[in-house]
């Protein structure tokens, strides 16, 4: 067993210990190899529970963020979800790897770049916009969930009408030093 999956272990005990309790998601944080999505300089930390700078001057959630908000989700294998804000790809992999349809959108060329690149040898199949998420991807809608990796000032209507009546979207609402995770279902 080498460094990193003993530390992807050790980082599922944590996320346990701090209520995630979804063993999908759990299975999930376990296989998806973190390493793969942060600098070089910074994949010693990469099975510590921070968020870690990635290129563009954005960063990779902490792995807790990624799975609480995954769980809120409720993913169930083979759902369409939409994804703003694809980042490095991290939570995006976890997506694919709980067995959704991803799409995902990310603002900046440079990190949409990247993370196909990253999924393309990764061997997952998933459909990317380098595009201002805000519109969302009325192309493929309805989704069953949509996830929003980035705070909002509020709820984007326009993202709620691609959302499926029943579907479920993870957001969080807020100015830039204070945020409230929202979970809205459609009726």
């Known amino acids: ?21 979804d063993q999908n998601v759990l299975d999930a944080i376990l296989n998806v190899k973190r390493e793969n999505f942060v600098k070089e300089e910074f994949k010693k930390y990469a099975y510590d529970n921070i968020a870690l700078p990635i290129n563009s001057n954005q960063t990779i959630s902490q792995p807790y963020t990624v799975a609480f908000m995954t769980e809120q989700l409720a993913v169930t294998p083979g759902e369409r979800i939409l994804e703003i804000g694809t980042g490095s790809g991290y939570q995006t992999a976890v997506l694919a790897e709980m067995g959704a349809e991803v799409y995902s959108i990310e603002r900046i060329k440079e990190l949409s770049d990247e993370a196909e690149k990253k999924f393309y040898l990764m061997g997952y199949k998933i459909k990317f916009k380098n595009d201002d998420g805000t519109i969302g991807w009325e192309e493929y809608s309805p989704f069953d969930k949509i996830i929003v990796t980035a705070g909002s000032p509020g709820l984007p209507k326009i993202l709620l009408s691609q959302l499926k009546a029943g579907g479920r979207m993870v ?4 100015t830039e030093s204070v945020q409230e995770l929202m979970v809205i279902k459609k009726l």
């Open 1 to 21: 067993m080498d460094l990193y999956t003993l530390r992807r272990e050790e980082l599922v005990i944590t996320l346990k210990k701090l209520g995630i309790k």
């Open 171 to 174: 957001i969080p609402v807020g």
